[in-house]
């Protein structure tokens, strides 16, 4: 009689599925493991843009984890980390910290995590990290939200945030705002040329904005017959059609 049981590899094999779509990087394949099908939206826009604010209620509202690369980055300073002063000063000055080191501390949360659903705060920052986390992971994001807002707002709220940064100071702000539109903006072109950006007005209140995100991720707490991906393709279609369709502007 045949017997359902299954061999040693293929019991390896189904707890230890190594995500290979990647490419390899410096000739090293992808190493991300996990066994479930992840799904990520990358949550990018400038410095006080509104980006956390959002991501808390996202996270609320539809279940996803959210990760923030710069808490990330500003927790590895605290634990003491070899890496946290090299860390500290590049925030300090308001550069990008290697991807090798970012992409590593996403790749362990989301690891370390029992969910399936990231919001990946802050992040790709530049061309770097983009590549390096889908040779290392060999994710695509589902979509990317853009937050659009202009400089003057987004200083107004950095200057009011009071969270004691080291980088909201007038110096620093302004060198984040340089390095937004020189290396961040870059990474959006390069996704709305696959038509995965939503582009969001952040200059509303933040209940306002919120509503205008709520229909890109109903999808993911009402999976239709036809399953999410369909659900999600006519969300984005219908965000693009309501007036948001993106046209970046240095
Ligand atoms: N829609 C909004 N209207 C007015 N103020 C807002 C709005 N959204 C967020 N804020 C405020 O602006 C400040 C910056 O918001 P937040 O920290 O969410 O931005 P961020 O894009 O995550 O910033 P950073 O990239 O620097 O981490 C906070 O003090 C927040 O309370
Ligand atoms: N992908 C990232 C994200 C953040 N950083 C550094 C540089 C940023 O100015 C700082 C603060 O990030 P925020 O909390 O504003 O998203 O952290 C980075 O180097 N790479």
Redesign the pocket.
């Given at each position: 009689m045949a017997t359902a049981t299954k061999t040693v590899s293929e019991e390896e094999e189904e707890v230890t599925t190594v995500k290979v779509n990647g490419s390899a990087v410096n000739g090293v394949p992808p190493v991300f493991t996990s066994s479930r099908e992840l799904k990520v939206v990358f949550v990018l826009?400038g410095?006080?843009?509104?980006?956390?604010?959002q991501c808390s209620k996202i996270v609320e509202t539809f279940g996803f984890v959210h990760l923030s690369a710069?808490d990330l980055l500003r927790a590895e300073i605290k634990s003491g980390n070899e890496n946290g002063n090299m860390i500290q000063n590049m925030i300090k000055e308001g550069k990008i910290v290697p991807a090798e080191v970012t992409v590593k501390l996403l790749q362990k949360a989301m690891e370390e995590s029992e969910n399936d659903k990231f919001l990946i705060d802050?992040f790709p920052r530049n061309e770097e990290n983009r590549a390096i986390f889908e040779s290392v992971t060999g994710i695509e994001p589902q979509f990317i939200l853009f937050?659009d807002c202009p400089e003057q707002e987004m200083e107004r709220?950095?200057l009011?945030?009071n969270q004691g940064r080291v980088d909201d100071n007038i110096e620093t702000i302004r060198k984040r705002f340089k390095v937004f539109v020189e290396s961040s903006i870059p990474v959006v072109d390069y996704y709305e040329t696959s038509g995965k950006v939503n582009k969001i007005d952040?200059t509303?209140?933040?209940d306002k904005?919120f509503d205008s995100i709520r229909p890109l991720f109903d999808c993911f707490n009402h999976v239709s017959s036809n399953g999410y991906e369909e659900e999600l393709t006519e969300a984005i279609k219908q965000h693009n059609i309501n007036g948001s369709a993106v046209a970046i502007t240095n």
């Open positions: 826009g410095p006080g843009s509104g980006k956390g604010t710069g802050g937050f709220r950095l009011g945030r952040a509303k209140s933040v904005v």
